[in-house]
Structures are given as structure tokens and as C-alpha cells.
């Protein structure tokens, strides 16, 4: 596989320090969803209901504000935005340890609110400093650091946590994100390119959410319904056949095949659509369920699924950086949070409901399908967009 278009992304002035950072940012986040529920659980002797509570006011929180954050980025610039929400993050974290459940539960929905999006910041980044013919790779690339943090965060809160205390890892939690938003307030990586000039007032929200842009955030939410529905699948299923002791190997294995996905869509010199990708992670889903034992035969069953992962939400954000208009570039990133965290956020219930009133094999089935129906719609409106776009281009030409 040539690697040469990484080369080239990696050879652009500031690209390799911006990612290094932004792999950083990410993760604080990646590490303290489990860290919290384990603070919760162990330390404060409440049930995993409780804990949920918390991590589901802290996302309900981050999907609320980061269209708005996004908003404040356009208007007043980085800086700001981040010496604002790299105080709270931090402030939160490092309090997080000395707080009774109460206070925890009522505080996490305005620091999930206020938190650095540091998401949607390294794709406006990677949107100003990489030229359009480059962002698939440089996307992809950024999909795959997602992925590595997402094996290293959770791994490293758990072991603090385990070997430590939960208030330690809290803190060490704290400490970095402040520490990286220190370094992002010094470093203030653009946010636009130096082409990208920005004049007038800011364009009202019905001239550019178009119909194309909300399909894009729908199949977005559809993508991620499937993910989180497969990995809950995947730890039900291993639990019932009495082999959770494997599910970390699983779960690094479904990791490392996002990751080669993502580094052959960004590689490659043409890929496969946003939807394409995105009805291929559902499709393949689907069916696991029916060899979900032995561990190991669940693990290979998966990576089909997996290695279209990460190339479905590189697709996305190239889809949403390609449609938003330069001036709003901020608050349509924080949209595709938004929908993520949607996603995120109903598809473990309901594919939950589905396994607990059947069995662990038709979580993949609830995962897949849930994935389309969300999807469908958004490409239902995609059809009809290229329709009227295609009735409508011959009168204008």
C-alpha cells in the first residue's frame, strides 16, 4: 500500500505538531469515562445505574454545547474558547475526587457543556492548514489517532485507577487536560487558512444547514448507533459464554482493524462514499451475532465490520468540512459532535432493551438495523437533494 499521501500531509508546515497536540487533547476524554464510573462505583459505593447517570449528563451536556462552542470559536477565535473551557475541564477534574455523588450528578452537565472540544477543534485545524485535495488523508489520519487514544486512554485510567486510587487518576486526568489546553492557548493552531478571508455578517442557519449537510449528520448518528450497539454486543455475547476475561483482546483487536481501515481509505487515491461506508458497517454488523463464540471466532467475525469504522467517520467529516461555509466552519463541527453523541447516546439503550429481552447474538442484528434506520432517512434526503439539484441545474446553466 503506498504511503506516499501521508508523506506528503505530513511534510505540510505545523500538520505533524497540530496532530501530536490535538492526539494529547483527546486524551483526558477518552480516560475519564471509565475512570468516573470506577470513582463512582468503588470510592462513592454507588451502583453502575448511578454511575451512567453521570456520564450520560456529561454527554447530553457536550452535545448540547458543541455547536455552541463551535459558534464562539467563529466569532471570538481559539483563544478564548479555550482559556474559558480548559478552566472548567480542569476545574472539574481536579474536583471531581472531593465531590459527594449529588453535587457530582448536578455539576456534570454544565462541565460536559463547557468542555474543550478538542474534536472538532483538530478538524478545523486540519480544515485550515491541509488543502482540500489532502483532507481525506489528513482526516483519516486524525480518525486513527482517535482510535490509538482510545486504546491508550481507557487502559491508563484503569490501571491508575486499579493500582492507585480513582482520585489519582482523576487528578492526573485534571492535570493533563490542563496542561494541554495551556498548550493549545500558546500554540493557537489556525482555525482558517490565510486564503480563507472572512467578510460580512455570519450567514443565517436555514442559508447553509442544508438538506445535504443534515443527511450527513443523520448518517453520522446512524454510524455511531451501530458502533457503540457492537461493542455492547460484543461484551454481552462474551459475558454470556462465560469469557469476558477476553474482552479487552477483542476490543484492541476491533480497534486495530479500524485503524488499518483508516489508514487504506486515507491512502488509497479514491475511496468509497460516506454512505457506502456507512451501510457496509451496518450490513456487516448484522450477522455476527450467529458466531459469537468461541472469543476468538467473535474477534474475526468483527474485523469486516471494524475495518469500515474509521474510513465511515473520516468520510463524514470530509462531507461536513466540504459543505459548511468557511465562516461557520466552527459551529457545523460542532453539529457533527453533536450527532455523534446521538448516536452514542440512544444506541446503547435500546440495543441493551433488545438484548435483555432476547439474547446477546441479537444486539449485532439491533446494532446494524437501528444504524440503517437512522441512516436511511438522512440518505432518503440525500436522494432527494441530488434530485432537485439535478432538475434544477439545467435551467441555471
Same mark, same amino acid.
Given at each position: 500500500m503506498p504511503l506516499q499521501p501521508?508523506?506528503?500531509?505530513?511534510?505540510?508546515?505545523?500538520?505533524?505538531?497540530?496532530?501530536?497536540?490535538?492526539?494529547?487533547?483527546?486524551?483526558?476524554?477518552?480516560?475519564?469515562?471509565?475512570?468516573?464510573?470506577?470513582?463512582?462505583?468503588?470510592?462513592?459505593?454507588?451502583?453502575?445505574?448511578?454511575? /451512567?447517570?453521570? /456520564?450520560?449528563a456529561t454527554t447530553a451536556g457536550s452535545a448540547l454545547g458543541a455547536p455552541l462552542i463551535g459558534r464562539a470559536i467563529d466569532r471570538y477565535g481559539l483563544r478564548p474558547v479555550v482559556a474559558v473551557c480548559g478552566v472548567v475541564s480542569a476545574g472539574y477534574l481536579l474536583a471531581t475526587p472531593h465531590l459527594p455523588y449529588l453535587a457530582l450528578v448536578l455539576v456534570a452537565l454544565p462541565a460536559g457543556l463547557l468542555a474543550v472540544p478538542a474534536g472538532s477543534i483538530a478538524r478545523q485545524v486540519l480544515a485550515a492548514q491541509v488543502p482540500a485535495a489532502q483532507r481525506r488523508t489528513a482526516y483519516s489520519l486524525d480518525t486513527v489517532s482517535v482510535e490509538v487514544t482510545f486504546m491508550i486512554g481507557p487502559s491508563l485510567g484503569i490501571l491508575i485507577s486499579t493500582q492507585v486510587s480513582s482520585a489519582a487518576a482523576l487528578t492526573s486526568i485534571g492535570a493533563l487536560s490542563g496542561v494541554v489546553a495551556v498548550l493549545l492557548y500558546l500554540m493557537n493552531p489556525p482555525v482558517r487558512a490565510d486564503h480563507e478571508v472572512v467578510t460580512g455578517e455570519r450567514p443565517p442557519l436555514r442559508s447553509w444547514l442544508s438538506r445535504e449537510l443534515v443527511a450527513t449528520l443523520l448518517i453520522a448518528t446512524g454510524a455511531l448507533f451501530v458502533l457503540v450497539g457492537m461493542e455492547l454486543a460484543a461484551l454481552a455475547s462474551l459475558r454470556e459464554n462465560g469469557e469476558v476475561d477476553w474482552t479487552g483482546v477483542v476490543?484492541?483487536?476491533?480497534?486495530?482493524?479500524?485503524?488499518?481501515?483508516?489508514?487504506?481509505?486515507?491512502?488509497?487515491?479514491?475511496?468509497?462514499?460516506?454512505?457506502?461506508?456507512?451501510? &457496509?458497517?451496518?450490513?456487516?454488523?448484522?450477522?455476527?451475532?450467529?458466531?459469537?463464540?468461541?472469543?476468538? &471466532?467473535?474477534?474475526?467475525?468483527?474485523?469486516?465490520?471494524?475495518?469500515?469504522?474509521?474510513?465511515?467517520?473520516?468520510?463524514?467529516?470530509?462531507?461536513?468540512?466540504? &459543505?459548511?461555509?468557511?465562516?461557520?466552519?466552527?459551529?457545523?463541527?460542532?453539529?457533527?459532535?453533536?450527532?455523534?453523541?446521538?448516536?452514542?447516546?440512544?444506541?446503547?439503550?435500546?440495543?441493551?432493551?433488545?438484548?435483555?429481552?432476547?439474547?446477546? /447474538?441479537?444486539?449485532?442484528?439491533?446494532?446494524?438495523?437501528?444504524?440503517?434506520?437512522?441512516?436511511?432517512?438522512?440518505?432518503?434526503?440525500r436522494v432527494r437533494f441530488g434530485a432537485r439539484t439535478a432538475v434544477r441545474a439545467p435551467a441555471g446553466s
Open positions: 501521508y508523506r506528503r500531509l505530513l511534510a505540510l508546515p505545523s500538520v505533524p505538531s497540530s496532530m501530536l497536540l490535538m492526539f494529547f487533547a483527546r486524551l483526558p476524554i477518552t480516560a475519564m469515562g471509565i475512570t468516573l464510573t470506577l470513582h463512582v462505583v468503588t470510592d462513592l459505593g454507588r451502583g453502575y445505574g448511578e454511575a /451512567g447517570l453521570v /456520564g450520560t476490543i484492541a483487536l476491533m480497534c486495530v482493524a479500524s485503524l488499518v481501515g483508516g489508514i487504506v481509505h486515507g491512502a488509497v487515491h479514491r475511496s468509497l462514499s460516506q454512505v457506502t461506508l456507512m451501510v &457496509l458497517l451496518a450490513v456487516l454488523t448484522i450477522p455476527v451475532g450467529l458466531v459469537d463464540t468461541p472469543w476468538w &471466532l467473535l474477534a474475526l467475525v468483527l474485523v469486516p465490520a471494524n475495518l469500515v469504522c474509521a474510513p465511515t467517520l473520516a468520510a463524514t467529516t470530509e462531507a461536513v468540512s466540504s &459543505l459548511a461555509p468557511v465562516r461557520v466552519r466552527g459551529e457545523a463541527m460542532g453539529l457533527q459532535d453533536s450527532a455523534t453523541r446521538i448516536g452514542l447516546a440512544i444506541g446503547g439503550p435500546v440495543v441493551g432493551f433488545v438484548m435483555d429481552h432476547s439474547a446477546p /447474538g441479537w444486539g449485532f442484528v439491533a446494532s446494524g438495523l437501528g444504524g440503517l434506520a437512522l441512516a436511511s432517512v438522512g440518505i432518503a434526503l
